[in-house]
Structure formats: structure tokens, C-alpha cells
């Protein structure tokens, strides 16, 4: 089946740096879609994309949509205390209905 | 409300019996969906309805695994004769469905401990 590997599994920074993260496919996909999940909270979209190419930011988070519509990044700049917590790329296609997820990147931030 | 929202937050339950967890989906989502998550790992996909298709199974572990949405809104997630191993939170969520872009909305969870 589809499959996503999203990297790094983990992440360990200092407040202040910035963070990069990404999902690669086999497949082709129309939508990709990048979560982030608190502690004990459901995951909450963060950035959709729709266009292969697509550059698309919200406040310090940045996500681009590959090319080859096969792979996307997930930045976050400068980064605070708060943004701790586990981040999914998810993908899918319009009359897909389901959509795939990665294994998610669980990000920790020292102060 | 205008979320998704999923009931027990917590259930503690003794193996072997059933349990049976609740989602409302967002009004007007005809998409949803439920997962499993274990402690500190990803989303397990368990189970999708759209609309009034069947439902997609694929991902249900065992035949104790059975979920139905009545009137194409509130979905329940039935497990029978828990085991320890089922020890996990389980999300749901919901999206306006095929066709359209697919962004899910996650409730909080069910957070099931079998003892």
C-alpha cells in the first residue's frame, strides 16, 4: 500500500533554531497536509498545499509541496518552548477519501 | 460545538469485557474516520465511512473490532472482550469526504486502559 517515511523520527534543538523535517512518497499525490499533535490532544492541521510547488507559510511555519509530488517539508523558524509535540505529514488524493499518514517527528525544545 | 468531539475521554476497563466509544463529527462532514495511537507512535488507521458506502475495514486488527455510523453522523467503535494489548488512544475524526480536498478535523481522543 501507499506509504509515507517522514524523517527525522525525532528531534532535539535549542529555543531559538530553526527545525526541518520532510515525508517522501513512492506515490503521486494532489494534497499534502502537515499536523501538528499536542500532548494529549487530536493532531490539528497546521499547513495544506495543493500545487505541486506550492510555498506556503503560516506565521513561522513554512511547507513546501515537491515538485514531483512525491515529497514535502515542514519548517519552523526560530523556534519556542510551545512548539513541542509530535508533527504528521499526511497525503492524499481528492477522490482518494482516505488520506496516508507518516510515523510523525517528535520535536523537543530545550529553553 | 463545532468540533469534532468524542466521548469518554478516559475509559478504564477489566479484559474481557466490552467497551464502546463514541465520535459527533463536525455537521455537514460526510467522511470519518478512526485511528489508533500507542504511547508515543503514529497513526494506526483503523476504519473510514463516506456517506452511505460501505465502510472501508481495512484496518480493524481483529474480528473484536466492529464500528457503525448511524444516520450518516455519530459513529461508535465497539472492541469486545478487551485485551491489555488494546491499551491505546483512539481518535476520530471527519472531513467534508471524496472529492473534496480531505482535510481531517481530530476530536481529543479516547484515552482506553484495559487492566
Known amino acids: 500500500g501507499q506509504q509515507l517515511n517522514q524523517s527525522p523520527q525525532s528531534m532535539f534543538i535549542q529555543e531559538g533554531e530553526d527545525v526541518s523535517m520532510n515525508c517522501t512518497s513512492s506515490s503521486i499525490f494532489n494534497t499534502w497536509l502537515w499536523y501538528k499533535q499536542d500532548p494529549g490532544e487530536g493532531p490539528v492541521l497546521l499547513i495544506a498545499?495543493?500545487?505541486?510547488?506550492e510555498l506556503t507559510s503560516n506565521g513561522r511555519l513554512t511547507a513546501q509541496f515537491g515538485i514531483t509530488r512525491k515529497d514535502s517539508f515542514l519548517n519552523i523558524s526560530a523556534s519556542i518552548p510551545s512548539d513541542v509535540g509530535i508533527y504528521f505529514c499526511?497525503?492524499?488524493?481528492?477522490?482518494?477519501?482516505?488520506?496516508?499518514f507518516g510515523d510523525g517527528t517528535t520535536l523537543t525544545v530545550k529553553p | 460545538g463545532a468540533g469534532v468531539s468524542q466521548s469518554p475521554s478516559n475509559k478504564v476497563t477489566e479484559k474481557g469485557k466490552d467497551v464502546e466509544l463514541r465520535c459527533d463529527p463536525i455537521?455537514?462532514?460526510?467522511?470519518l474516520y478512526w485511528y489508533r495511537q500507542s504511547l508515543g507512535q503514529g497513526l494506526e488507521f483503523l476504519i473510514y465511512?463516506?456517506?452511505?458506502?460501505?465502510?472501508?475495514k481495512s484496518g480493524l486488527p481483529s474480528d473484536r473490532f466492529s464500528a457503525e455510523r448511524t444516520g450518516g453522523s455519530v459513529s461508535t467503535l465497539t472492541i469486545q472482550r478487551t485485551q491489555q494489548e488494546d491499551s491505546a488512544v483512539y481518535l476520530c475524526?471527519?472531513?467534508?469526504?471524496?472529492?473534496?480536498?480531505?482535510?481531517?478535523?481530530f476530536g481529543p481522543g479516547t484515552r482506553l486502559t484495559v487492566l
Open positions: 475524526a471527519s472531513s467534508l469526504g471524496a472529492g473534496t480536498n480531505n482535510e481531517q478535523f
Open positions: 498545499l495543493y500545487k505541486a510547488g
Open positions: 499526511a497525503a492524499t488524493n481528492t477522490n482518494a477519501g482516505k488520506s496516508t
Open positions: 455537521s455537514g462532514h460526510t467522511a
Open positions: 465511512f463516506q456517506g452511505n458506502s460501505a465502510p472501508d
